[in-house]
């Protein structure tokens, strides 16, 4: 039996289990949380997911009766479905590929989607990102829906890895609702290019990216109309602020040459058109705008965080990122507005890090070398299921202070908890009694490696605008810090280990989802979505992978 439902060429095969497989283990990876698991032959998702410190609801214990701890298997090869799964889900559950964790068990290395509500606590979003500053200006005639009420709008920063959403009301601006929420374009790939390579591997791939988000854009409608107590009948405008290639997927428009050089995006221009023709579920009549995308890999949510934090009012030399799966920067500077994006990769969000994860309850997202000693804490102060992306940057920080690790990202083979397994040197973090599921928690020399590609790339970025701009880093009035992960960050510890320029701590500004911000911006204010368009027309993108100085400054930049 093959299940294919709407996943395009991904698909799930159920099989026997061969016998020279019983001694084999298999990756498991389980998305959105970006956790991999390693179990052996015949253990069941559930159990692989427990032992990562994934917890999903399963009241029944396992034994496949409450069916809360529903999964969604994208790829790999699945054993047959239990009867437990034939009387808890329906037919098309299991033509989707969905099946019960406690149940199925994988017969290769499978990839599976948690739905939020299968788990039995959420995953950290970024939404807050400041106060509205722009006063209303409306972008429709209001009179004419004088007897709708309310008269809502809706704003959304589309990131690859989490989308944040807010419903405004259209005649006095007030944000009546916020929430985040996972991209599930996710399960198809965790970074942009790998988005962009699934899309164009059929002629449905760019379809169902699009499909997949569009569902999660009416469900998180549905969602925030519900907490203010409105329906989406009453949404009559909405700003849809994403990177190029996040703006092409949802818009329907090709993204194969995102991923070839030059990088054209096939258009710049800003979009307004009927809701209806995206798929969204809002009034009769409402419009979405999208704010225009500047290159290939910078697109209008920069736009929308340069409008967040008010870029043109810098009078003095300003620098602003925006820190994601891809980075972008934008220098102002002696009347200038140069801007580059950099692939930082998602190492800053826990993957390809061998206990990384998002930030979830559990994750250790503080490290510290103090009085002599690592100390670490976590999400929520739960035991500790793993890292993410702030608290890895702390541990190398601490690691170097420690004198546990060298400038390479090598380790110091003497030093306190650096010790030897199967051929792999590590450093423990946390024992195994002080963890969920008494499961050791160690970082590897692979990890740092991880971090040391995506901050080098960061840093060239800056050091390659900064000398275009010519201006000293020491020079900056202001370093803006964006995002998610941006937010979170410690700013002694990205300094340290040399992801920003030495400059005095005052200088930084954490500024949260600005993104989110100016989209709620261009939605309540005709004039922003003139500035922002008239910001983009002088805004002079730098292309990173063709400059000749990229290079060396980003070798210079592999060391801590």
């Not at 052996?40 to 396992?62: R, Y």
């Not at 190029?244 to 818009?251: E, G, N, P, R, V």
């Not at 941006?486 to 005052?506: C, K, M, N, Q």
């Amino acid at each position: 039996m093959r299940c294919i439902g709407n996943m395009s060429s991904q698909a799930v095969e159920y099989v026997k289990t061969p016998m020279d497989q019983r001694d084999q283990e298999f990756t498991i990876d389980l998305q959105p949380l970006g956790r991999r698991a390693r179990v052996p032959v015949g253990q069941s998702v559930l159990a692989a997911a427990q032992s990562v410190g994934v917890e999903l609801q399963a009241v029944c214990g396992g034994a496949g009766t409450c069916g809360q701890c529903k999964v969604r298997c994208v790829s790999g090869n699945l054993a047959r479905p239990t009867s437990e799964e034939f009387n808890e889900l329906c037919e098309d559950d299991l033509k989707a590929g969905y099946r019960l964790a406690c149940q199925v068990v994988p017969l290769s290395n499978i990839s599976v989607d948690i739905p939020a509500e299968s788990l039995t606590s959420s995953q950290r979003v970024q939404i807050e990102g400041g106060e509205l500053r722009a006063p209303v200006d409306p972008v429709m005639p209001l009179n004419d829906l004088r007897e709708e009420r309310p008269i809502l709008g809706l704003a959304v920063d589309l990131g690859t890895t989490k989308i944040a959403g807010y419903l405004v009301d259209l005649e006095t601006g007030q944000t009546l609702a916020g929430r985040g929420v996972m991209n599930p374009q996710i399960i198809y790939g965790e970074d942009v290019i790998s988005r962009i390579t699934f899309a164009g591997r059929t002629d449905q791939g760019g379809n169902c990216l699009q499909r997949k988000v569009i569902e999660a854009l009416n469900k998180l409608i549905r969602d925030l109309c519900e907490e203010a107590h409105s329906s989406p009948e009453h949404v009559f405008e909405a700003v849809v602020a994403g990177n190029t290639a996040m703006h092409h997927l949802f818009a329907g428009l090709q993204v194969q040459q995102l991923g070839t050089a030059p990088y054209l995006p096939a258009s710049t221009r800003p979009i307004h058109q009927p809701a209806k023709e995206f798929g969204l579920h809002l009034a009769e009549n409402a419009k979405v705008y999208t704010p225009p995308n500047i290159a290939g890999y910078v697109g209008g949510d920069h736009l929308a965080m340069l409008l967040g934090v008010g870029i043109e009012d810098c009078l003095e030399p300003t620098l602003a990122i925006d820190i994601g799966t891809n980075t972008e920067l934008t220098l102002k500077a002696n009347g200038r507005l140069l801007t580059c994006s950099c692939a930082s990769g998602p190492a800053f969000e826990g993957a390809h890090i061998k206990h990384g994860m998002r930030a979830a309850p559990g994750a250790i997202e503080r490290v510290l070398f103090e009085s002599g000693e690592i100390h670490y804490y976590t999400i929520e102060r739960r035991p500790a299921t793993g890292i993410c992306g702030s608290g890895i940057l702390d541990a190398i920080a601490a690691l170097l202070d420690a004198g546990a690790l060298d400038k390479r990202g090598n380790f110091r083979k003497t030093a306190a908890r650096v010790r030897r397994r199967e051929g792999e040197t590590e450093f423990l973090l946390v024992n195994g009694d002080e963890a969920e599921n008494r499961r050791e928690i160690v970082l590897t020399r692979e990890d740092f490696s991880e971090i040391q590609f995506a901050k080098a790339a960061i840093r060239a970025g800056i050091e390659v605008l900064l000398r275009l701009g010519q201006v000293d880093a020491k020079s900056l009035a202001s370093f803006v810090v964006a995002g998610a992960f941006g937010s979170y960050l410690d700013l002694r510890s990205a300094v340290r280990i040399g992801l920003f320029p030495e400059i005095p701590l005052p200088k930084f500004k954490q500024v949260g989802n600005a993104a989110g911000l100016g989209a709620r911006q261009m939605l309540v204010s005709a004039r922003q979505r003139r500035g922002g368009e008239e910001l983009a027309e002088r805004i002079e993108y730098i292309e990173l992978t063709i400059h000749p100085q990229f290079h060396g400054r980003f070798v210079q930049a592999l060391s801590f």
